[in-house]
């Protein structure tokens, strides 16, 4: 895999938008240049979780900055996640077409424990080495993601549905402070953080960390304008939140806050902040809350850094997954050795993108076999629900969404590929991958015949050019090949089965190179 000295996070947020570039030395990263701005795209969120149109726009105009920063970085170089509101927002699909095209590269969607882990890793890498178990707490503009972790390993992960934008919305919609509306939010928190509280209570850790805008605003705020007495510098402290509740009681109105450390932008929502962050310190047994520089760009820098150093998160995910689920690794081994085989010949002529979409048809083939733990009848409707709703560390969204389609696809009828297939060159993929699995389904190691593929994706046509002798030998394959002929069909595609004399090499085109199995 190729190295750059140079990388690239976004981070679309719920309330900003922030984008980090850094230099890479060996493993370490260096910041060169950050952006940010706010955009308040959680606020664009309508009664039925549709993004509206001027919420659209605000963050279309900023994206088209952040491209022009990030124009020539090369592709593998940048890595852009959208966080919560993206998650729930329904035209959400919509929207990224038209962010992507404005960045000029793919944006991901992440689930919120895969932002927790991130943010825990931008994090950890910031702070001094240390034994003690810490808690990480970042309060988002739709979400609040709770960690504990030692050193750079994160043990537990939490995501809740409650961020400064959004509980401000809710509860101080006019930018009113009133007693009443700071307890409604409080408790409404404090019930969300009830849920978690036996886990993260501070049984379990022994110095707690404040990431992103809130954390720092409100440790700013208590230090700057001596509400509190107690704690080092930028802490937030007990004494602290119960001195600015009071003082934002007895403002009364966000537009007539004026304080020392609290940006004129960050006004409307930090009532919100404060009432998560209030609640967490009662629900948690929080005393004090240190500010910790890295965050979630930090931590997406970080892990597509060990993407170039082989510590990649999605390979260890596969493998957790094939422990939980009691993979047969042999048959998923020689399942994948075909598939790639196969692979490689029909992404000949795709040579930018095959690294890619090789390593994603090495994961759906080692964990085509997860369903089986549920039930071997429908394993692959088993496989595709789990790769589709689980937990799966380093996997974005869509990611998972094209794992769980090859799982649904790679055996049965494949004419629901016409409406699961989001990626032309994935047909490729499919036919890799139903061609391996129908070749083993022995489940033994057998004697493979030569054979090659070649895939026309303008013409829809699908060739497998295998030995004569060999299939005459093996007349259940045989018949099941014929049967891919009408399940390609029902896809609009042409698939040709061209028999080769025994010990006579392919006389096709460059993509049906011959192939030799053991």
């Not at 729930?88 to 992507?100: G, I, P, Q, W």
Request: hydrophobic content about 40%; proline content about 3%.
């Amino acid at each position: 895999m190729i190295e750059y000295s140079t990388l690239a996070a976004v981070d679309l947020g719920s309330n900003s938008f922030r984008l980090q570039v850094a230099r890479v030395e060996g493993k370490q990263l260096y910041p060169l240049d950050s952006l940010r701005e706010m955009v308040r795209l959680a606020a664009g969120l309508t009664a039925d979780k549709r993004l509206d149109e001027d919420s659209q726009a605000r963050a279309l105009d900023c994206l088209k900055r952040f491209g022009e920063r990030l124009r020539g970085f090369p592709p593998h170089a940048v890595r852009a996640v959208g966080t919560n509101t993206l998650r729930v927002a329904r035209n959400a699909s919509v929207f990224l077409k038209k962010a992507e095209a404005a960045i000029g590269f793919p944006i991901e969607i992440i689930a919120g424990r895969e932002e927790a882990r991130l943010i825990y890793l931008g994090v950890a890498h910031g702070l001094p080495a240390s034994a003690n178990a810490r808690l990480v707490m970042d309060i988002g503009g739709g979400s609040t993601e709770f960690i504990i972790g030692n050193r750079l390993k994160p043990v537990k992960l939490e995501s809740l549905y409650m961020g400064c934008v959004s509980y401000s919305l809710n509860f101080f919609p006019d930018g009113k402070i009133t007693k009443g509306a700071m307890k409604r939010a409080e408790l409404s928190a404090r019930g969300e953080i009830q849920a978690i509280a036996t886990e993260f209570s501070s049984i379990h850790w022994q110095d707690a960390f404040g990431s992103s805008g809130t954390a720092r605003a409100l440790g700013d705020i208590i230090k700057l304008n001596n509400f509190t007495t107690a704690g080092s510098e930028g802490e937030i402290t007990q004494e602290g939140l119960e001195n600015f509740r009071d003082h934002l009681l007895k403002v009364g109105d966000t537009r007539k806050l004026e304080l020392a450390g609290l940006r004129a932008d960050r006004a409307a929502v930090i009532p919100g902040g404060f009432a998560i962050m209030s609640a967490a310190f009662s629900e948690l047994g929080i005393h004090r809350l240190s500010q910790a520089m890295g965050a979630l760009r930090q931590g997406v820098l970080y892990d597509l850094l060990g993407r170039f150093h082989k510590h990649d998160m999605r390979e260890v995910t596969v493998r957790r997954f094939m422990q939980r689920y009691r993979v047969d690794s042999a048959q998923a081994n020689r399942v994948e050795s075909l598939a790639l085989l196969l692979g490689e010949q029909l992404l000949e002529d795709f040579p930018e993108q095959a690294e890619e979409l090789l390593q994603t048809l090495s994961w759906a083939a080692r964990l085509h076999e997860v369903g089986i733990s549920i039930a071997h009848s429908g394993y692959h409707k088993h496989s595709a629900y789990i790769l589709g709703n689980a937990d799966m560390p380093g996997f974005s969204r869509r990611e998972q969404e094209r794992l769980s389609s090859l799982m649904l696809l790679h055996r049965g009828t494949a004419g629901k590929a016409r409406e699961l297939i989001a990626f032309p060159l994935d047909f490729a993929l499919l036919g890799a991958l139903r061609l391996a699995t129908l070749f083993h389904r022995s489940r033994s190691d057998i004697m493979m015949p030569r054979m090659g593929m070649e895939i026309s994706l303008d013409d829809k046509e699908l060739e497998l050019h295998i030995e004569q002798g060999w299939l005459e030998s093996n007349p259940l394959t045989d018949t099941a090949l014929s049967a891919e002929i009408e399940q390609w069909a029902a896809l609009g595609f042409k698939f040709q089965i061209k028999k080769l004399e025994e010990k006579k090499g392919l006389s096709t085109g460059k993509s049906a190179r011959s192939t030799t199995g053991t």
